[in-house]
């Protein structure tokens, strides 16, 4: 179990005026992920645990370190908590302001299946609501199909990929990118890049890939670079290294 003293560090770093800022950077900064668990289970004055056994961070913490100290707030509150509540309030800000399109990808293309469905969840914990009916009430159009599917997919995990299947899926995506500017469609619009991308593991994409840089001799992030959306999610499902070294 995490220390009696860092649970003492961390409740004095909250207690008399404001914050010490030094204080709990100095603990957190030290720390693990399963140091960081085991003080979310121990320090029921800084994380509840809702009904579904849920652990998430007290509401009264999180406005007290945003008063305290905007600098370095979101960084301490999001390396702290439950990486499931993390990604779900990352998915529900990038919903509720501007749209962050990108935090949404992000999150959708780096995580493992079982990540995203304990992000579902949280988000059912956190908000009394799904991520599947907030993402189809703020974004709207073509975009709603492809931000649904990557948000909600529970992919393949396994290293088995159907070469053939992957091949003839490079072939529909060429043609797709192919017909698209000479008859002013817009790529979003082809069902089987969206289908593809939104339920195909993360092996089978590799592979399709490859294959479609074979048979065009471009890399399919580049030919998708015409809608920012779509090359970002190939980026993350495919190259996240190449996606991030960029960002």
């Known amino acids: 179990m995490a220390s009696t003293d860092d649970l003492h560090s961390l409740t ?28 979310r ?69 780096t995580r493992s299946s079982e990540e ?10 956190l908000f009394e609501r799904s991520i599947e009916e907030d993402v189809l009430f703020h974004i709207r159009g073509p975009y709603a199909k492809l931000f649904l599917g990557l948000l909600s997919s529970y992919r393949y995990e396994g290293p088995k990929v159907n070469e053939e299947s992957a091949k003839s899926e490079a072939k529909s995506i060429s043609e797709a990118v192919k017909g698209a500017s000479p008859h002013g469609k817009v790529l979003i619009e082809a069902e089987d890049i969206v289908r593809i ?12 890939y490859h294959h479609y840089k ?3 001799g471009h890399n399919l992030d580049e030919d998708l670079a015409s809608d920012a959306h779509l090359k970002e999610a190939v980026q993350c499902l495919i190259t996240p290294r190449t996606y991030f070294v960029e960002v």
Do not use: C
Request: charge should be positive; glycine fraction near 4%.
């Open 214 to 216: 074979e048979i065009t």
């Open 12 to 39: 004095r770093a909250f207690s008399g005026l404001g914050v010490d800022e030094k204080a709990l950077i100095s603990l957190l900064g030290r720390s693990h992920s399963d140091h960081r668990r085991q003080l």
């Open 116 to 125: 995203l469905l304990g992000a579902r969840r949280a988000y059912h914990s």
């Open 41 to 109: 289970k121990v320090s029921r004055d800084f994380f509840t645990e809702d009904e579904r056994q849920f652990e998430r961070w007290n509401e009264r913490h999180i406005l007290q370190l945003r008063q305290e100290f905007l600098r370095v707030k979101e960084a301490i509150v999001l390396y702290l908590m439950h990486p499931w509540e993390r990604d779900a309030r990352l998915i529900k800000e990038a919903l509720h302001k501007d749209i962050q399109y990108s935090v949404l990808i992000e999150v959708a293309g």
């Open 197 to 208: 991308l939104s339920t195909r593991s993360k092996p089978h994409l590799k592979v399709v």
